[in-house]
């Protein structure tokens, strides 16, 4: 499946893409231990858009699966939080297929698992489960790269510099009927 | 009945809530590209992030009925860690909402029955059964969408970004279902009186909108059943209204015959009046289809008809468009012998009964009459204004630009609906009218002189 990454470089770029079964190809850097702040080198990722839904943390993983991918993220730093408000998200995203619930249109099939510590409080949902953390389990070290703290001013830079990306422009599996200007249409 | 709203850009102040976007709930759907509107959530925000109201419900629904009153958000961008919904997130309350007309406050509320929404792409809210309490007909529908970013102490803001303004078939909308059961004509109508005859059920669901409505004016009692259906559906654009008529009574129906699904419409509505007179049958179809829908240039009206028939039917071949018009009216007045009917002076059909009206007897003005009909139905006076409407209307309406195949698709829209075959008769229009010159054809002799062999030229 489509992914959609941004590098943490201090001259942030638009995203860039990769399918997620090329994901582990990508450039790795270790744990920012020692340093701080973004610098021009690739491999700290700053963000992960799949379907519109985009990922900010500590950590990331991609997984490639049958039709999709499983995304997973996770705040597990000691020297940015204590061990209760460890947090963990792992969302499985499927190509987009009819639902009946819409009408027989186009639509997204996305779930979640949200492990979390003790000191956090989230909320389940019919498509969001809550689990402890203690229950959450390291995705395979190749998938696995870091992200790094940036100042806020170089944060929002980042932002700045994507390009809305919304659920409609995953295209895959979708018949060409159903496609114009490249988003998904009915 | 269900009203549609369609979520809109256009910035709709409201004096019950401080929303993050405050915009419009509209009947009129989105005409080009989408727009998209955002509400950013720093770590453990919550918002009340996009309010739709402002939607002019029909003044007789004062008391709204027991339904499931819906909200279908596109959400198209989201945080990983963003939740929303009409409900309740953090501090913000979210909610389905009657809100008086002047909204400065909320008269009743409802929170939707699923859970909180995360993720993007199409969320139905729902509100399960609800029936609000009795209000003032002025009263309007509000949603409002809460949003939450989860306390993970990530940093930076995350958003829920959603679209508005959507032209295509899945926008985001919000459904208004109050109108008390037994008022939608076709579903309640017929299932009452367990009419299972396509004609009669249509018969019946006209005469009900049109009796309930108190109407005597045949024109107004289709205009009422037309507007009934498009202001269903939400529709507004002039010709998809006419359409979404035929379609939504043929398709209810199970009909998929081309021009029975025209057919049958017009059959059931003139028989819904209790029309007899076949001329005022076929002005009631011309009349019905554009006066509803607000038409009233002459071409344009023709054109709107005309598209609506084949664009309902899915008909796109030029000459079929044309044909199947053609087809619809002569059905429409019980014609049979097509030839024989239309172009038979002194016959039982159309001819006689439109050339007796207009005082006409030759044959040729007998074809010339059908057309000269539609021309009558839209007002037209003047004897080639009309017949150029009509050539207008035809290729107009089904998109020919080059004139010499305008003017034979015309010709083979006439011939075809009278069921011309053989090439003499398409070409005169029918040889029972074409009588050669009895006179044999003798060609005068020439008289020839060979010039003499061998002899040079006289210069």
Redo the contacts between chains.
């Keep these: 499946m489509r992914i959609l990454y941004q590098w943490a470089t201090v001259s942030p770029s638009d995203w860039s893409e990769v399918d997620s079964a090329d994901w582990a190809s990508l450039p790795v850097r270790g744990l920012p231990v020692l340093e701080v702040g973004a610098n021009s080198t690739p491999g700290w990722v700053n963000a992960i858009n799949v ?7 500590d950590h990331y993983a991609v997984e490639d699966i049958p039709n999709g991918c499983k995304v997973t ?1 996770w ?1 597990d730093d000691l020297t ?2 204590p061990a209760t ?1 460890f ?1 963990a ?1 792992e ?1 499985t995203f499927l190509t987009l297929a009819p ?1 009946e ?3 027989g ?4 099939r ?1 779930s ?1 698992v949200v492990y979390v510590g003790s000191g ?9 489960m809550v689990k402890p953390w203690a229950e959450f389990i390291l995705p395979d070290s190749s998938l696995i790269r870091h992200g790094i ?1 940036m100042s ?1 001013i170089d ?2 830079l980042t ?1 700045e510099s994507r390009t ?5 422009e995953w295209t895959e599996g979708v018949p060409e009927g159903n496609v ?1 200007d490249g988003r998904v ?2 | 009945m269900a009203i549609t709203f369609f979520h809109r850009s256009t910035a709709v102040a409201s004096g019950v809530h401080v929303a993050t976007h405050e915009v419009q709930h509209s009947q009129t759907q989105g005409s080009s590209a989408t727009t ?1 509107v955002s509400a950013g959530h720093a770590d453990g925000a919550d918002t009340l992030a996009f309010l739709f109201s402002s939607t002019s419900l029909p003044d007789s629904f004062a008391d709204w009925a027991s339904g499931d009153y819906q909200c ?1 958000i596109d ?7 963003m ?1 929303y919904g009409l409900l309740t997130l953090g501090g913000s309350a979210g909610h389905f909402a009657r809100i008086n007309a002047a909204r400065t406050s909320d008269l009743e509320t409802r929170t939707q029955a ?9 969320k ?1 809210a729902t509100t399960g059964t609800w029936d609000p309490s009795a209000g003032a007909a002025s009263d309007e529908f509000e949603c409002l969408i809460a949003a939450r970013r ?9 958003s829920v ?1 959603i ?1 508005v303004d959507d032209p ?3 926008p985001g909308r919000s459904i208004w279902d109050g109108e008390a059961a037994g008022t939608n004509y076709q579903e309640t109508a017929t299932d009452d009186v367990d009419v299972s005859d396509t004609v009669a059920a249509v018969k019946v669901a006209t005469q009900t909108v049109t009796e309930a409505a108190d109407l005597t004016d045949l024109v107004a009692r289709v205009a009422s059943a037309v507007r009934s259906v498009s202001e269903a559906t939400g529709i507004t654009d002039l010709v998809t209204v006419a359409k979404a008529v035929t379609i939504e009574v043929t398709e209810s129906l199970g009909i998929t015959d081309d021009v029975q699904s025209q057919l049958l419409i017009t059959e059931a509505v003139v028989e819904a009046l209790g029309i007899t007179d076949t001329v005022t049958k076929v002005s009631i179809m011309g009349r019905s289809v554009t006066e509803p829908v607000g038409v009233t240039d002459v071409v344009a009206r023709v054109i709107a008809s005309a598209r609506s028939v084949s664009e309902a039917v899915g008909i796109t071949d030029q000459a079929t468009v044309a044909k199947a018009i053609q087809i619809v009216i002569s059905d429409v007045v019980g014609l049979t012998d097509d030839v024989i009917d239309v172009l038979t002076p002194g016959g039982t059909g159309l001819f006689e009964t439109v050339t007796d009206l207009v005082g006409a007897t030759d044959s040729t003005t007998a074809v010339k009459m059908i057309q000269v009909e539609i021309a009558d139905t839209v007002g037209l006076t003047d004897q080639v204004g009309r017949l150029m409407v009509l050539s207008r209307a035809i290729v107009e309406s089904i998109g020919i630009t080059d004139p010499v195949v305008r003017i034979a698709t015309a010709v083979r829209a006439l011939i075809e609906a009278v069921g011309i075959t053989d090439t003499v008769s398409t070409v005169f229009v029918g040889t029972t009218f074409w009588t050669p010159d009895p006179v044999a054809y003798t060609p005068a002799p020439v008289a020839y002189t060979p010039a003499a062999p061998d002899q040079p030229p006289p210069w």
């Design positions: 379907q519109g839904v985009s990922f900010e943390a993220v705040n940015d939080r408000e947090y998200a969302w639902d619930t819409v009408g249109l186009y639509n997204t996305q979640q956090l409080s989230i909320e389940s949902s019919p498509d969001r703290w806020d944060f929002a932002v809305p990306k919304g659920w409609r114009v249409v009915g | 998209l279908v959400c198209t961008v989201a945080g990983a860690d939740t699923e859970g909180a929404f995360s993720g993007t792409g199409l139905t989860a306390t993970t102490g990530g940093h930076g803001n995350q970004t679209e295509g078939a899945s």
